[in-house]
């Protein structure tokens, strides 16, 4: 249509190629002129293999680590998490607290996660748990696609919550 | 103009250019070639400059003015290549820095990768990892020991791990290499490939099997099974192996032993006891290993 | 349909072109800027799809983002639109092959054990419809477009209309 109109398929089909070579020439001059001022050059034949590699993190996603104030300011709105094993949970542990057992080898079931997530409906999660245990498992959750899971600060003994005072 | 038109003193004029140009190229020659001559002196000491551009230059020497060597030397690493080019620290870290500037390093990252190296070679509290029990890549006696935490569906552990089972083959008197499973949670096919090494072991064909799922592109069960049937293995006894209960509690082990190392994904490389910071390629380890080496024997 | 109907039928279609044509050369001008500004960045990323052999990712690298830009410049202005929009529906068509391979590997892009965060997100089924969506819109300004109402037409006019002078 904007093509003129009498000329033979032969002569717009030439024309068109010419266009294409220009517009991927064209690029060509401007690339090889542009990276020939560049301090930051790249060669044009790569010599090197390229790193595209990093370690793989077991944790695709950080929780955020709280402090006791933090619990201590949000007590109404807090859904305990317990990561220690089964046994450990039963003979103690935070009042209103969910055991969600830590697994070295395996995240957390799907199951398992559904129903956090449907029982933490508008509170913060705070993971607890001896020697770093309550980091791994907020961690994990937060890789799995959890909003928002926080932990207590390991260093901080979770038992002292238990002494009277919180919560 | 006029001397030209009158015709006297051309020669003259000629003289005083030509004297006054060679003036200037002396002067050029005297205060430049020095500078010249010192830069060259400089990289003639740095092992592989031979393959660096002029803008890797620039990056390098700025490196080697702003960081300061770590061993062998208490200087920044120009000054050190002056003063003591003859030191293998000096020279190795040189080394390394021309490796990281040719894989497109800037000097900020390059700057960062000397500060990883160093606490790579002398980290404020090395680890003991337990290794026995383990099957050895090398000789258990070498001076140096790897211990690698790794995963058989990371990508980065098909680089590290390989390379490391090559240097420890070519040279097991140098080095040793130990593995550990650290299988990442969120690769399906990791735990399956740990247990199959396990079991493999358990018939004395751990290092066969590990070679063989690292050679796979892919890790589905029938990878595996292969890989089985290539090592040579009793496939029932292997089945078995693998569904046992200790095989899965022997993974655990090892990775908690991991985690407690503060290993936070894979591979996580212990050389000596020294968590390995950098990159995880074949010539780099090398490196380090010879670092490592040199250190045990004192002579770093 | 009559003649008059069936002109009016075209009409539409090549209006609907328009916007298509400018989205598309607006996305690959937009594409190319970081690229050419980073072309290590680029070549990483090229690199992370482990597709293409090594010597072949830098002059890739190095020359397509220009293509994009140029091509990206002359969708928008409307001008050499057929032959900017060929080249676009190309390059669509090799990305779209390439996602594909990359996905037919089965790698696990989005674990966080690549280098090229950005080059890892990018492989993924959404980025197929994705692609596949600008595949169209480039053919659609292929097949309909016929730089109308772009700078193709308002040359093609002002000639003829020297042409009668």
Avoid at chain 2, 186 to 214: N, R
């Amino acid at each position: 249509m904007s093509y003129p109109t009498g000329k033979k398929m032969d002569d717009v089909m030439k024309r068109f190629f010419i266009r294409i070579a220009i517009l991927l020439g064209v690029p060509l001059l401007l690339a090889v002129a542009v990276n020939l001022f560049r301090p930051t050059s790249l060669d044009w034949i790569a010599k090197e293999a390229y790193e595209i590699f990093q370690d793989c993190p077991e944790a695709t996603a950080q929780a955020e680590e709280v402090q006791v104030e933090f619990v201590r300011s949000h007590a109404t709105s807090l859904l305990w998490v317990d990561a220690r094993s089964e046994e450990l949970f039963a003979v103690k542990h935070l009042p209103g607290a969910v055991n969600v057992v830590y697994d070295t080898l395996f995240p957390v079931a799907e199951e398992d996660l559904h129903n956090l997530q449907s029982i933490s409906k508008g509170k913060t999660v705070v993971v607890y748990g001896e020697g770093g245990i309550g980091k791994l498992l907020a961690d994990d959750l937060a890789s799995q696609g959890m909003v928002g899971v926080k932990y207590l600060n390991p260093q901080f003994d979770w038992k002292t919550l238990l002494m009277g005072e919180m919560p | 103009m006029d001397g030209f038109r009158t015709g006297i003193n051309v020669t003259t004029q000629f003289k005083r250019i030509f004297s006054c140009a060679a003036l200037v190229l002396t002067a050029f020659c005297l205060l430049v070639l020095p500078v010249w001559a010192d830069g060259n002196g400089i990289w003639a000491q740095v092992p592989g400059a031979e393959r660096l551009k002029a803008a890797h230059k620039e990056v390098l020497t700025e490196v080697f003015a702003k960081a300061n060597c770590y061993a062998g030397c208490p200087d920044t690493i120009a000054n050190c290549l002056k003063d003591a080019p003859e030191e293998p620290a000096v020279r190795r870290l040189a080394g390394f820095a021309v490796r990281r500037a040719l894989k497109g390093g800037t000097v900020e990252s390059i700057l960062q990768d000397i500060k990883n190296r160093a606490l790579s070679a002398y980290p404020p509290k090395p680890v003991k990892p337990d290794v026995s029990g383990l099957p050895a890549s090398g000789n258990p006696k070498a001076k140096v020991r790897v211990v690698a935490y790794s995963d058989f569906e990371c990508p980065y552990c098909n680089v590290a791990l390989p390379a490391l089972r090559k240097i420890t083959r070519e040279r097991p008197d140098f080095a040793v290499l130990y593995f550990k499973n650290f299988p990442i949670k969120s690769h399906k096919s990791s735990i399956p490939s740990s247990t199959a090494v396990v079991a493999a072991d358990k018939q004395g064909k751990f290092w066969e099997m590990h070679d063989c799922l690292y050679a796979k592109t892919e890790l589905a069960e029938s990878d595996i099974l292969d890989c089985a049937q290539k090592v040579g293995l009793d496939l029932k006894t292997f089945e078995t192996d693998r569904k046992a209960k200790n095989t899965l509690n022997r993974i655990r082990k090892e990775k908690k032993e991991g985690i407690s190392f503060d290993v936070i994904g894979t591979p996580g490389l212990f050389v000596n006891g020294k968590f390995y910071v950098g990159p995880k390629n074949y010539d780099d380890l090398l490196d380090r290993l010879e670092e490592e080496r040199d250190i045990v024997e004192g002579r770093q | 349909m009559s003649g008059h109907e069936k002109k009016r039928f075209y009409g539409i279609l090549t209006m609907i072109a328009l916007p298509l044509r400018v989205y598309i050369g607006v996305v690959f001008v937009l594409a190319s800027l970081y690229k050419i500004y980073d072309p290590y960045a680029f070549a990483l990323s090229i690199a992370t799809y482990q597709i293409l052999p090594l010597w072949v990712i830098n002059p890739f690298a190095l020359l397509l983002p220009w293509v994009e830009l140029l091509v990206g410049i002359t969708m928008v202005l409307g001008y050499w639109t057929r032959e900017s929009a060929a080249l676009i529906s190309g390059m669509m068509v090799m990305f779209l092959i390439a996602l594909t391979l990359a996905l037919t590997k089965d790698l696990q892009m989005s674990c966080g054990c690549f280098a090229s965060q950005e080059a890892a997100d990018e492989i993924g089924v959404h980025t197929i419809y994705r692609d596949l969506a600008w595949l169209g819109a480039a053919l659609w300004t292929l097949i309909f477009d016929d730089g109308r109402f772009g700078l193709d037409g308002w040359l093609s006019y002002r000639n003829k209309r020297n042409h009668a002078v």
